[in-house]
C-alpha cells in the first residue's frame, strides 16, 4: 500500500478546493448534502481529535496537519494531540473527543466514542469515489451510462466493486494480477474482465492502483469522468487535456471525509 509523503500533501488546500467545486458541478450538490445523502448522517459538533502516530516509518510531515485542515474547512471542532501514540490517544479522551483519527502505515481509522462506529480509509475511499460516479450528472444520454471501468482491484479497488454492484452497474475491472481479476469476475455476471483490444469507451473510470498513468487512452472519450484516489496520477496531463476529462482526484481529505461522516448519527 502506497504510504502518502510529504509532497503529495503539498497542495491539499488547492486539490481540496478544485475537488469539492468539481464534486459540487458533477453531483448537483452541495458538498455538505452529498455526504450527509450517501451515509445519511449529520455532523452535530462532535470533537474530533487526531491523534499522530510514530510507529513504522513513523510521523509524515504534513499528515495530521492535513487532516485538520481539511475538517476545519468543512467546520468540524478538531484539534491534533501534543503527544503521540498511546499518550495521544489518553490526551484526546482527556479534552473529551468524540471522535479519534490516526493512522499507522497499514491502517488509517476514525472511531467514533459514541457509537462505537468505526471506519476504515480504503473502505471510505472506495465508497466516496464510486459514489461521486454514481451522482454524476451525465449531459448527454450515454447508452453506457450504467457502466464503469475499475482499474485496481485491491483493497480500496474492491470496496468500490461493492458500491457499483449495489446500483446495478456492469464493471469492467483491469489489475495486472490476472489471478485476482480470475477471481472476481467468477463471483457476479455483473463483473466482466476489461480487454482494452475492444475498443470500449468509458463515461465512468475508477482508479486505484500505486502505479502511474494506468487509464488507457482507448477507453477515453470527451465525457470521461475520471475518479481516483490514486497515488501517483492514475491519468498524465497528457490525456486529461487531449480529451478535458472531468478528474477527481486528491490524496488525503475527501476520503476523511467520507470516513467521518460514515460514523456520524
Ligand atoms: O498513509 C498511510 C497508510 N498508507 C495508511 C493509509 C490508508 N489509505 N498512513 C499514514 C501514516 C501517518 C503517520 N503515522 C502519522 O503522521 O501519524
Same mark, same amino acid.
Not at 27 to 53: D, H, L, R, V
Not at 70 to 82: G, P, V
Not at 175 to 185: M, Q, T, W
Not at 223 to 241: M, Q, Y
Given at each position: ?6 509532497v ?9 478546493e ?9 453531483t @448537483?450538490?452541495?458538498i ?9 448522517? @449529520?455532523?452535530?459538533?462532535? @470533537? ?20 485538520? #485542515? ?9 484539534? +491534533? ?20 483519527l490516526?493512522?499507522d ?9 459514541n457509537?462505537? @462506529? *468505526? ?12 459514489? +461521486?460516479?454514481?451522482?454524476? &450528472? *451525465? ?11 475499475? +482499474? ?13 454492484? !449495489?446500483?446495478?452497474?456492469t464493471?469492467?475491472?483491469?489489475? !495486472? ?11 457476479? +455476471?455483473?463483473? &466482466? ?5 475492444? %475498443? &470500449?469507451?468509458?463515461? !465512468?473510470?475508477? %482508479? ?8 488507457? %487512452?482507448?477507453?477515453l472519450t470527451?465525457?470521461?469522468?475520471v ?9 498524465? &496531463?497528457?490525456?486529461?487535456?487531449k480529451y478535458?476529462?472531468k478528474?477527481?482526484? %486528491?490524496p ?8 467521518? #461522516?460514515?460514523?456520524?448519527?
Amino acid at each position: 500500500m502506497a504510504l502518502l509523503t510529504k509532497v503529495d500533501l503539498e497542495k491539499i488546500d488547492k486539490d481540496l478546493e478544485n475537488n469539492i467545486k468539481k464534486i459540487e458541478e458533477l453531483t @448537483k450538490m452541495n458538498i455538505i448534502s452529498f455526504f450527509e445523502s450517501i451515509y445519511n448522517t @449529520k455532523y452535530k459538533k462532535e @470533537k474530533i481529535g487526531i491523534i499522530p502516530i510514530t510507529s513504522g516509518n513513523g510521523i509524515i510531515d504534513t499528515f495530521s496537519e492535513s487532516i485538520l #485542515y481539511t475538517l476545519q474547512i468543512f467546520n468540524m471542532d478538531a484539534f +491534533i494531540t501534543n503527544q503521540t501514540d498511546v499518550s495521544g490517544y489518553y490526551e484526546a479522551i482527556k479534552k473529551n473527543a468524540d471522535i479519534i483519527l490516526m493512522a499507522d502505515d497499514l491502517t488509517y481509522l476514525a472511531f467514533n466514542l459514541n457509537n462505537k @462506529k *468505526i471506519s476504515h480509509n480504503q473502505q471510505a475511499t472506495g465508497r466516496i469515489y464510486s459514489e +461521486i460516479l454514481i451522482h454524476s &450528472k *451525465i449531459k448527454k444520454d450515454h447508452e453506457n451510462e450504467k457502466e464503469v471501468l475499475i +482499474i485496481g482491484v485491491g483493497n480500496v479497488g474492491k470496496h468500490a466493486i461493492q458500491i457499483f454492484l !449495489k446500483n446495478d452497474y456492469t464493471i469492467y475491472i483491469f489489475d !495486472k494480477n490476472e489471478n485476482e481479476v480470475k477471481k472476481i469476475i467468477n463471483q457476479n +455476471i455483473k463483473i &466482466k474482465k476489461y480487454n482494452p483490444k475492444l %475498443e &470500449k469507451k468509458f463515461i !465512468k473510470i475508477f %482508479e486505484a492502483t500505486p502505479e502511474r498513468d494506468t487509464i488507457p %487512452e482507448i477507453a477515453l472519450t470527451s465525457d470521461t469522468i475520471v475518479s481516483t484516489p490514486g497515488i501517483p496520477r492514475a491519468i498524465s &496531463k497528457n490525456l486529461e487535456n487531449k480529451y478535458n476529462i472531468k478528474l477527481i482526484m %486528491e490524496p488525503l481529505g475527501l476520503g476523511t471525509m467520507s470516513m467521518i #461522516y460514515s460514523i456520524l448519527k
